[in-house]
Nanobody
Framework: QVQLVESGGGLVQAGGSLRLSCAAS????????MAWYRQAPGNQRELVAT???????NYADSVKGRFTISRDNAKNTVYLQMNNLKPEDTAVYYC????????????????WGQGTQVTVSS
């Protein structure tokens, strides 16, 4: 009942930048935490960055100082600005959101995007 559409992935040289977007639509009263994960071939999916509804952010150590997560609540969209990209950042990137369908108290539901490929060449 909530759809997530990701965009912004692609091929970039090391040191370059990309900006990922993830737009949510559907039955949404409130979006709580939003996050980006990534999964490289042969690896488990790992957390990259999170942002709460109060705009508090957290980052994996491997991306601190290079990546910035942000959100636009009016557009139900979360972004990931990735600078100084490295070959080890190559992965499929997924967004995840936690949504309330109705006013509290109501359950929170979790949804994943379809993933967008980021490839960084050396």
């Amino acid at each position: 009942q909530v759809q997530l559409v990701e965009s912004g992935g692609g091929l970039v040289q090391a040191g370059g930048s990309l900006r990922l977007s993830c737009a949510a639509s559907g039955r949404i009263f409130k979006i709580n935490d939003m996050a980006w994960y990534r999964q490289a071939p042969g690896n488990q999916r790992e957390l990259v960055a999170t942002i709460t509804s109060e705009d508090s952010t957290n980052y994996a150590d491997s991306v601190k100082g290079r990546f910035t997560i942000s959100r636009d609540n009016a557009k139900n969209t979360v972004y990931l600005q990735m600078n100084n990209l490295k070959p080890e950042d190559t992965a499929v990137y997924y967004c995840k959101v936690k949504v309330n369908y109705d006013r509290p108290p109501s359950p929170t539901y979790q949804f994943w995007g379809q993933g967008t490929q980021v490839t960084v060449s050396s």
